[in-house]
DNA sequence: TTCGATACCGAACATTATGTTCGAGAAAAG
DNA sequence: CTTTTCTCGAACATAATGTTCGGTATCGAA
């Protein structure tokens, strides 16, 4: 008993597509369980079946995309490096090329989780960073609460990256970032 | 004939304090329109004669004390002082003593307006202040970028602040955001 | 105090979306 | 070919929103 029955197969794919689809068009929010159900040709039990809700449907084929891309352990001395390390660019480009769709997810209300998980991901992945990589300094803040300023403060910057008419390029916003997140650690550890 | 009829008076008064009670029981999103009424003893016609929404009702109330308050223009001077300005350290103060509530405020969905104007407000109040007190200096990022990054930094770093066990004061938090926010300007304007 | 205007009530109704249930029938697996 | 599994579809339950309307209570003003 192969995992995966043809039927089911075709029926996800059905409704992924499907919801891809009507993301592009009406954006996220807009988009009801119904509205999947009649585009993708799939009866309603079908889907519950599947998925529990249209975030469940969401996620299931997005989760590990969003997550870990770009979220590759940092170094001290990325951080303090002139140059944006290269995961950051790699990162801001897949958001770039996928523009559209990612507009519109990050945008929508119920993905909060998914925008929290992100924060998450980032901020504790700059306070592994900042916790292995400056042992010896001692800064005067809150490492929790400049990670999550730093954290916010990035994940707001691509937000309103992805939704400008004359885009700047990947590389410049993430020098951009770069450069700042630079300077806040200088600041915070006075490094200066 | 007074504009308020003391009908309505006492029917509008009845609803914004079931609406708050309900807010520190359960949260602004688990609140439903007839939770409002059961706990107010108003019939729902009587509601939707006087507000729209859950939302509305809220901002009837809210709007302008939170918009208004804490947006003081800034200066030049204050962005490059070590201290952060006093009217900052007032707002945060303000936030602080109503804690329950705005914690639970700002992080509800239905508020997300909220939040995008008080965000949208900040960053230009900063826009404001760079464009006419930097003139000179000629920065190597772009403006609009710039101030949507610090303005979201803040809130986020706002919002944590107001979610956490262990508070820091008031003062502590408009401290560290000052810093920050003048660190990236110098980064930003190469003041070093 | 009376009287007309206005606000409230409440119950019913329309609408929209979510999520469940179940039997019949189709398709896959072996 | 037989058995298992999936899908279908329609009905049902639930919950929330927002509207309508006639009857009733309250208000403000004369």
């Keep these: 008993m192969s995992n995966l029955d043809r039927r089911v197969q075709r029926t996800r794919k059905l409704l992924q ?3 891809m689809q009507l993301i592009r068009e009406k954006g996220y929010d807009a988009i009801t369980v119904q509205d999947i159900l009649d585009r993708a040709n799939i009866g309603r039990a079908t889907f519950y079946a599947h998925y529990q809700s249209k975030e469940d449907l969401f996620l299931a084929h997005h989760d590990d995309l969003v997550l870990t891309v770009g ?3 940092l170094t001290a001395e990325q951080l303090l490096s002139p140059d944006p390390p290269p995961s950051l660019v790699a990162f801001l480009e897949l958001l ?3 523009r559209s769709l990612y507009q519109v997810i990050i945008h929508s209300r119920d993905s909060d989780r998914i925008r929290q998980g992100l924060r998450a991901a980032v901020s504790v992945n700059l306070a592994d960073c900042l916790q292995s990589g400056f ?3 001692v800064s005067h803040m ?6 999550e300023y730093l954290a916010s403060a990035q994940l707001a910057l691509i937000d309103w990256w992805l939704n400008q008419r004359t885009p700047y390029t990947a590389q410049q916003i993430a020098t951009m970032l770069h450069q700042l997140r630079r300077a806040a650690l200088q600041e915070a550890f006075a490094l200066d």
């Design 17 to 19: 597509d499907a919801m």
């Design 71 to 73: 979220l590759e352990p």
């Design 96 to 98: 770039g090329h996928n």
């Design 135 to 137: 042992e010896k300094a």
């Design 142 to 147: 809150p490492l929790d609460a400049l990670t």
